[in-house]
């Protein structure tokens, strides 16, 4: 049984806006930080975002001011809401939670 679940993403224009959802069915979620990578073709996958269990926020400069990611202890929830989307977010992007990892959801962002 996969631990994370990814559901959201798909195709968006430049500006536009995507929100990814992360759900973890883990009883001991609100114990550790939530983060969503991002991993382009032939490249290793990056941290874009995290969030820890107090609530504080990390965040790449890439997208710094573009995406927030928040937390839903009680839903088990890590989302990732990217506004003002650009091409070259255009990636697989995954969650992370302790040691498991979403399946991945491609996000393309078209001019």
């Known amino acids: 049984q996969r631990q994370l679940v990814e559901s959201g993403g798909g195709l968006a224009q430049t500006g536009g806006s995507l929100r990814l959802s992360c759900k973890s069915v883990?009883?001991?979620?609100?114990?550790?930080?939530g983060a969503w990578y991002r991993q382009y073709p032939g490249k290793e996958r990056e941290r874009i975002a995290l969030?820890?269990?107090?609530?504080?926020?990390v965040y790449d400069d890439s997208v710094k001011g573009r995406f927030t990611i928040s937390r839903d202890d009680a839903k088990r929830t890590v989302d990732l809401q990217m506004n003002n989307l650009r091409v070259e977010d255009t990636a697989v992007y995954y969650c992370n939670h302790f040691v498991f990892w979403g399946q991945g959801t491609q996000v393309t962002v078209s001019e």
């Open positions: 883990w009883s001991d979620f609100s114990d550790f930080s």
């Open positions: 969030v820890y269990t107090d609530g504080k926020t």
